[in-house]
């Protein structure tokens, strides 16, 4: 089973505080609704970090799944020096890693990306920015206003970080696939061939 997890934290710093506090996780299993498991925000929190932990353990441990992230090497960071779990190598696939294989010198970041390639605006990420700058954490202007986001109420993140593992899932399967799943005006491209992707490494 396909699996995308995306993290949501604190403000990205270099280390030796990196990688940031996590405030939440958004889980996309294929088939089934995504959801966000929220501890870190000041109000709309939905579980404790323990218990997501718990949770989140049983996703990894489970064979069948395979993990579907966009820049892996943030998210697993998350999960093994702030969760304390062991991350599944040998079943990480990564769509930023993906995407520099079909094109290196085009888009790489999720949002841009998917609006590209399957016609997907990111459109719930305004309804965050207006929260942050109605309440004066962050200008109307603030490029890095995301470094914030764990100061918002965990289910306006949610919606947010949920969009987040629907691009990442869809855009696994765009790569993958040759582009099949995309809108008949995008740009379609060859299968990336994965096999030689070293497994076991974290990149």
């Known amino acids: 089973?396909?699996?995308?997890?995306?993290?949501?934290?604190?403000?990205?710093?270099?280390?030796?505080?990196?990688?940031?506090?996590?405030?939440?996780?958004?889980?996309?299993?294929?088939?089934?609704?995504?959801?966000?498991?929220?501890?870190?925000?000041?109000?709309?929190?939905?579980?404790?970090?323990?218990?997501?932990?718990?949770?989140?353990?049983?996703?990894?441990?489970?064979?069948?799944?395979?993990?579907?992230?966009?820049?892996?090497?943030?998210?697993?960071?998350?999960?093994?020096?702030?969760?304390?779990?062991?991350?599944?190598?040998?079943?990480?696939?990564?769509?930023?890693?993906l995407a520099f294989l079909s094109d290196p010198f085009g888009e790489l970041s999720?949002?841009?990306?998917?609006?590209?390639?399957?016609?997907?605006?990111?459109?719930?990420?305004?309804?965050?920015?207006d929260w942050l700058v109605s309440r004066r954490i962050c200008r109307s202007n603030d490029k890095g206003w995301g470094a914030y986001i764990s100061k918002a109420p965990g289910k306006l993140v949610g919606t947010y970080a949920i969009g987040d593992v629907e691009r990442a899932l869809k855009l696994y399967k765009y790569f993958t696939a040759g582009g099949q799943s995309a809108p008949k005006d995008r740009p379609r491209h060859n299968p990336v061939d994965t096999s030689a992707i070293g497994h076991g490494v974290p990149w």
């Not at 925000?41 to 799944?65: G, M, S, T, V």
């Not at 999720?110 to 920015?129: H, N, T, W």
Request: net charge negative; aromatic share 10%; hydrophobic share 40%.
């Open 110 to 129: 999720l949002k841009p990306l998917s609006e590209k390639l399957l016609g997907m605006p990111p459109d719930e990420q305004d309804a965050v920015r």
């Open 1 to 97: 089973m396909l699996v995308a997890l995306d993290f949501e934290s604190d403000a990205i710093a270099n280390r030796p505080d990196y990688p940031p506090e996590p405030c939440g996780l958004a889980v996309y299993e294929e088939g089934k609704e995504p959801y966000y498991m929220a501890w870190g925000h000041p109000i709309e929190n939905n579980i404790d970090k323990a218990f997501a932990a718990i949770e989140l353990a049983d996703i990894l441990e489970q064979p069948e799944n395979e993990f579907i992230f966009h820049n892996a090497a943030f998210d697993c960071a998350i999960i093994q020096e702030k969760m304390g779990l062991e991350v599944p190598w040998e079943r990480v696939h990564d769509t930023m890693l």
